[in-house]
Each structure stands twice: as structure tokens, then as C-alpha cells.
């Protein structure tokens, strides 16, 4: 785990000495999400973690997604944002429910 975090710190850091670097290289006005999840669990376990990392954080849970079953936090330095979300169970299982008709339907394109 800390080879993964120490691999993309160093990755982002290279990323952005190079760009300041190379003005001339193009950016895109896009914001940039890096996004984390907590290992899979009972939706109290993954909730318990997100809680954690808002802690961390020294921010609030995002209210907006509950309705769509994500229980996320996130922190925001210009156009980057870290996320950290948890996907509940009565979200994923939507997703599978859905994603479960996806070869079912046939076009003629």
C-alpha cells in the first residue's frame, strides 16, 4: 500500500514539474478527480471509513450523492479534487441490475 501512495505522489509530482517545465505542452481546463474507495464492506464499515477520511480531511460528507447511494467526502486544490467514496449496497446493486440488460438490446448501427 504505501509503494501504490508513494507511487502516485511521485507520479503526480513529475506530472507537475513537467508541465511547468514544458509551457508549451497543452493543459485541459478539465478539472482533475483522483478518487478513493474504501475496500469493500457492509455499507456501515465503508460509511465508518469515508467518516474517517473526513476527519482527515477536515471536511463534511457530501449530501448531494446521497440519493444516488455514494457516501463520499472530498477536499478541492484549484481544479484537482481528491474524492473518497463509498458506492452502497443498494447502489451497486442498481448498477448490476441495470448493467445485467446490457448485450440484451441489439441496434442496427
Do not use: W
Not at 505522489?9 to 482533475?32: H, M, R, Y
Not at 467518516?51 to 440519493?67: E, M, N, Q, S
Not at 447511494?69 to 441490475?97: D, N, W
Amino acid at each position: 500500500m504505501d509503494n501504490d501512495r508513494n507511487a502516485l505522489i511521485a507520479g503526480l509530482i513529475a506530472l507537475a514539474g513537467f508541465l511547468k517545465a514544458n509551457p508549451q505542452v497543452p493543459t485541459s481546463i478539465a478539472p482533475v478527480i483522483i478518487r478513493g474507495f474504501p475496500a469493500n464492506g457492509t455499507d456501515e464499515q465503508m460509511r465508518a471509513e469515508v467518516d474517517k477520511v473526513a476527519v482527515l480531511l477536515g471536511t463534511d460528507i457530501d449530501r448531494d450523492h446521497l440519493p444516488h447511494g455514494h457516501y463520499m467526502t472530498s477536499i478541492s486544490f484549484g481544479p484537482v479534487t481528491y474524492e473518497f467514496t463509498a458506492i452502497l449496497a443498494a447502489a451497486r446493486a442498481r448498477h448490476a441490475a441495470v448493467d445485467s440488460y446490457r448485450d440484451c438490446i441489439q441496434t442496427d448501427i
